[in-house]
Structure formats: structure tokens, C-alpha cells
């Protein structure tokens, strides 16, 4: 193990706010390695449009600014291991990461591995995203101007979505399995005064109808089992998430619904431990919050390296 190099910051996570955390880290100075199983940008690799983050006035596709985010953290001196991290030691001194690639150590981590939609686990969901299944509607919601979509839900978040796409859409169908929503009743007066929204209540989507392009979508009433086809242009599923904690159970703290407890520092229950971006407790899930949390987790890494946290 003493043969093995100790980095200054491991970052679990080749998203936006490990990129981030990867870039200032390698910027301050300190010697850095990001982990990513797959390829750079996580869930906003897969986002066709970005048009609400400063300073792409004309919109950038995901894919592309994961790839540029890369680039520029490598550029200084930031290194990328393609390896899945299998298992963790966190309270270990250093912190010992083991991977499909081999172990590797470190004085400080910043956990980045993100958080997924929940889908709705129907056939051809997965080759209809982004051509009419959508689980973003602040990201892509956009795209579907002036036309009708379904939003498929019946919490906090399903509520804000809907909202959202009122403002820009023709009509909105909110589909939801139960007669009443889950979502604070903050939001139950908004929506009910919004004309262009309509409810679909004790409903399920059961097939999802398309060509090359999403058509429309089936449902099932979840009382009498009758099924109606519904037309839209997309779909926009609000299910909740589930963020990809599995690795650190045990060892760092998460709430009810497994996030990691982490506040804005970024600092988690264990001493050189950070976690960034969708993985953490946070109000607001967006590229633009996930790259401030990579800046603040270094900031607070180099307190704790310099024995000041």
C-alpha cells in the first residue's frame, strides 16, 4: 500500500460538480484523480439542450459541455481513471478506493456519483428519451413550446414541473395513480387556477405510443381498469429520483431518501469527505448548483488538508 501514490482529492464522479471539484483542485495545486465508470457529464451528458446555464446564450448540448468540463480540469493537471469504484474505506487514513482498475488512495474524497429519475419502467422508454420521454422539465422543457405534454406524477416535484410547463406549453396533462396529490399544499392553489393544466386522476401510464417520435401515451384507470390514449408530444416523468448511494451506506450519513446529509460545505460526517451535486440534501438539483458545490468542496478540502477542519 506505501508504494501506491496518496492524492490530495479523489473525485468519485466525472458529472459537473466532479469536473468542477476535479478543475479547482488541480488548479490549487493539489494532486487529482477522477473516477467515472462511464464518460464525462452523468445525467447532463443525456440532456440534448441546456439553455439555463450563464454563459452558452444560444444553449449547449450536454454531451458537449461535459466534454469541454473534462478537457479544462485535465488541462490542469486533473487525471481520469475510467474505473468503477467497487468498494470504499472512508475512515481509513488515507482513504482507500477499491475499483474494477485497481486501489487507489487519497487525503480527501469529493463524492459525486449523482442521482437518477426514477423511470417509469414501461416498454421503449429508454430509445424514446429525448425523442418525447423527458425526466427534466427545466431542462428541456423548451423544446415542447406551444405543445402538449404529460407529466407523470403526483409530488413536490411533479407539481413544479407542471407549472413550469404551463408557461410554455399548450396544455398540460398531469397524470397521477391517486385522487389527490402528494405535494405540499402550497401548490395545490396554483395549480388548480392554472387553465391550460389538466388532471387525469387514478391514472397510470401503460404504454407509451410513437413512431420515431413519441405520439402520445396510454392510460390505465387504476379503479376500473378501462384504458384511454391520450396524444401529447412528450412525456415528462416526475417519479422522484434515487440518488446513487449504495457505496457509501454504512459510512456516511443519508437521509430518508438516501441522499447524503451534507450541507452547504459540502462536508459529510466524516472528516475529509465531500459530497457535491445531485448526491447530496440540496432544494435545487441543476448544472448550475452542482459546479458550486465541486468549488466549495475544495475550498473546504484544503481547510481540512491544511489542519484547519
Same mark, same amino acid.
Given at each position: 500500500m506505501a508504494e501506491r501514490?496518496?492524492?490530495?482529492?479523489? $473525485? @468519485?464522479?466525472? =458529472?459537473?460538480?466532479?469536473?468542477? %471539484? /476535479?478543475?479547482?483542485?488541480?488548479?490549487?495545486?493539489?494532486?487529482?484523480?477522477?473516477?467515472?465508470?462511464?464518460?464525462?457529464?452523468?445525467?447532463?451528458a443525456l440532456t440534448e439542450q441546456i439553455d439555463n446555464y450563464p454563459g452558452f446564450e444560444e444553449g449547449i448540448d450536454g454531451f458537449t459541455l461535459a466534454e469541454q468540463m473534462q478537457r479544462q480540469a485535465e488541462a490542469f493537471g486533473a487525471r481520469t481513471e475510467y474505473a468503477e469504484v467497487t468498494k470504499l474505506d472512508l475512515n481509513a487514513s488515507p482513504k482507500v478506493l477499491d475499483?474494477?482498475?485497481?486501489?487507489?488512495?487519497?487525503?480527501?474524497?469529493?463524492?459525486?456519483?449523482g442521482a437518477n429519475p426514477r423511470e417509469l419502467g414501461i416498454q421503449d422508454e429508454a430509445a424514446l428519451v429525448g425523442r418525447g420521454v423527458a425526466y427534466c422539465a427545466a431542462c428541456d422543457g423548451m423544446r415542447y413550446k406551444g405543445?402538449? $405534454? @404529460?407529466?407523470? =406524477?403526483?409530488?413536490?416535484?411533479? %407539481? /413544479?414541473?407542471?407549472?413550469?410547463?404551463?408557461?410554455i406549453a399548450q396544455k398540460v396533462i398531469l397524470v397521477h395513480r391517486r385522487d389527490t396529490l402528494?405535494?405540499?399544499?402550497?401548490?395545490?392553489?396554483?395549480?388548480?387556477?392554472?387553465?391550460?393544466?389538466?388532471?387525469?386522476?387514478?391514472?397510470?401510464?401503460?404504454?407509451?405510443?410513437?413512431?420515431?417520435?413519441?405520439t402520445g401515451v396510454r392510460l390505465k384507470d387504476t379503479v376500473t381498469g378501462a384504458e384511454t390514449e391520450v396524444p401529447c408530444d412528450a412525456v415528462f416523468v416526475s417519479i422522484g429520483r434515487k440518488p446513487a448511494t449504495e457505496l457509501v451506506e454504512g459510512q456516511l450519513e443519508l437521509d430518508r431518501s438516501g441522499y447524503i446529509i451534507a450541507d452547504e460545505t459540502t462536508r459529510t460526517n466524516i472528516p475529509?469527505?465531500?459530497?457535491?451535486?445531485?448526491?447530496?440534501?440540496?432544494?435545487?438539483?441543476? $448544472? @448550475?448548483?452542482?459546479?458550486?458545490?465541486?468549488?466549495? %468542496?475544495v475550498h473546504m478540502a484544503e481547510e481540512y488538508l491544511a489542519g484547519g477542519a
Amino acid at each position: 500500500m506505501a508504494e501506491r501514490p496518496v492524492y490530495d482529492m479523489i $473525485v @468519485v464522479g466525472g =458529472g459537473p460538480a466532479g469536473y468542477t %471539484a /476535479a478543475l479547482y483542485a488541480a488548479r490549487a495545486g493539489l494532486t487529482t484523480l477522477v473516477l467515472e465508470k462511464l464518460s464525462a457529464g452523468g445525467q447532463m451528458a443525456l440532456t440534448e439542450q441546456i439553455d439555463n446555464y450563464p454563459g452558452f446564450e444560444e444553449g449547449i448540448d450536454g454531451f458537449t459541455l461535459a466534454e469541454q468540463m473534462q478537457r479544462q480540469a485535465e488541462a490542469f493537471g486533473a487525471r481520469t481513471e475510467y474505473a468503477e469504484v467497487t468498494k470504499l474505506d472512508l475512515n481509513a487514513s488515507p482513504k482507500v478506493l477499491d475499483t474494477s482498475e485497481g486501489t487507489f488512495l487519497a487525503k480527501t474524497v469529493a463524492f459525486a456519483t449523482g442521482a437518477n429519475p426514477r423511470e417509469l419502467g414501461i416498454q421503449d422508454e429508454a430509445a424514446l428519451v429525448g425523442r418525447g420521454v423527458a425526466y427534466c422539465a427545466a431542462c428541456d422543457g423548451m423544446r415542447y413550446k406551444g405543445k402538449t $405534454v @404529460v407529466v407523470v =406524477g403526483g409530488g413536490n416535484s411533479a %407539481a /413544479a414541473d407542471a407549472l413550469i410547463l404551463s408557461r410554455i406549453a399548450q396544455k398540460v396533462i398531469l397524470v397521477h395513480r391517486r385522487d389527490t396529490l402528494r405535494a405540499t399544499k402550497v401548490y395545490h392553489e396554483p395549480l388548480m387556477k392554472t387553465q391550460n393544466l389538466e388532471f387525469r386522476w387514478n391514472s397510470t401510464v401503460s404504454a407509451l405510443l410513437h413512431g420515431e417520435e413519441l405520439t402520445g401515451v396510454r392510460l390505465k384507470d387504476t379503479v376500473t381498469g378501462a384504458e384511454t390514449e391520450v396524444p401529447c408530444d412528450a412525456v415528462f416523468v416526475s417519479i422522484g429520483r434515487k440518488p446513487a448511494t449504495e457505496l457509501v451506506e454504512g459510512q456516511l450519513e443519508l437521509d430518508r431518501s438516501g441522499y447524503i446529509i451534507a450541507d452547504e460545505t459540502t462536508r459529510t460526517n466524516i472528516p475529509g469527505v465531500f459530497a457535491v451535486g445531485d448526491v447530496r440534501t440540496k432544494p435545487l438539483r441543476q $448544472v @448550475v448548483t452542482a459546479v458550486a458545490d465541486g468549488a466549495v %468542496a475544495v475550498h473546504m478540502a484544503e481547510e481540512y488538508l491544511a489542519g484547519g477542519a
